[in-house]
């Protein structure tokens, strides 16, 4: 089945840096992927929504200048959260489409501590 | 807007004993619905869906049946084994706008002792 991969699984960094996850269709081309957050114990939050080669449409509440995410290619869409504080530890994870009508399939998430 | 409701976890059962875990929606229009399983310090996998009223979805014992009338699709297995612990989220996906994205319920915590 379609593969969605990760990277990195999970990271600790201080804050202050700015931190890269990517997350790669493996065996698909995905034109949309999607962005989540999760709190601990809670369910996923859409952060935004990404269009290979075109801007990412950011829901309600994200700061488009702290979680930059480009989508340089219908494999490929990364997500870097800027200047990170203890804040933005959380889990996060991407999705992707290959068409129209097919489910997402998920990334295994990113944990992110800021110390 | 479209939302989910899931039931409050956390759910802990023994093994072999049998599951529901209940789910209802708010959509416009005919959403299709899906039923997600999160194992501990991994990413969402799709566990079945339905794409219209009446449909069944099933995978791995699960099953999950899509009743417009009351607006729900509770998720259950006859036999819960150790493994099928695991967080559960009920979503949907409704067919207008931004159709492929997803509206997650809360997440349902599920427990099986041995």
């Known amino acids: 089945g379609a593969v969605v991969s990760q990277h990195p699984s999970w990271v600790i960094c201080k804050s202050g840096t700015s931190v890269k996850i990517e997350c790669r269709s493996l065996?698909?081309?995905?034109?949309?992927m999607f962005w989540y957050r999760q709190f601990p114990k809670q369910s996923l939050m859409l952060m935004a929504t990404?269009?290979?080669?075109?801007?990412?449409?950011?829901e309600q509440g994200v700061e488009k200048d702290k979680f930059l995410i480009n989508h340089a290619s219908l494999t490929l869409s990364t997500l870097t959260v800027t200047s990170a504080h203890p804040e933005d530890s959380s889990f996060y994870i991407c999705?992707?489409?290959?068409?129209?009508?097919?489910?997402?399939?998920f990334g295994d998430g990113t944990r992110l501590s800021i110390l | 807007g479209d939302s989910v409701t899931q039931m409050e976890g956390p759910v802990t059962l023994s093994e072999e004993a049998f599951l529901t875990i209940n789910c209802t929606y708010t959509?416009?229009?005919?959403?299709?619905l899906f039923w997600y399983v999160q194992y501990p310090g991994e990413g969402l996998q799709l566990l079945l869906k339905?794409?219209?009223?009446?449909d069944k979805g099933s995978n791995k014992g699960f099953e999950a049946t899509y009743r417009k009338e009351t607006t729900s699709f509770h998720l259950e297995k006859g036999s819960v084994q150790v493994s099928d612990s695991a967080v559960y989220f009920c979503?949907?996906?409704?067919?207008?706008?931004?159709?492929?994205?997803?509206?997650f319920g809360s997440g349902t915590q599920l427990t099986v002792l041995p």
């Open positions: 999705s992707a489409s290959y068409r129209e009508g097919q489910p997402q399939h």
């Open positions: 065996d698909f081309q995905a034109t949309t």
């Open positions: 990404s269009n290979e080669g075109s801007k990412a449409t950011y």
């Open positions: 959509a416009t229009g005919y959403p299709s």
């Open positions: 339905a794409t219209k009223a009446d």
């Open positions: 979503a949907l996906r409704t067919h207008s706008g931004s159709a492929r994205q997803l509206t």
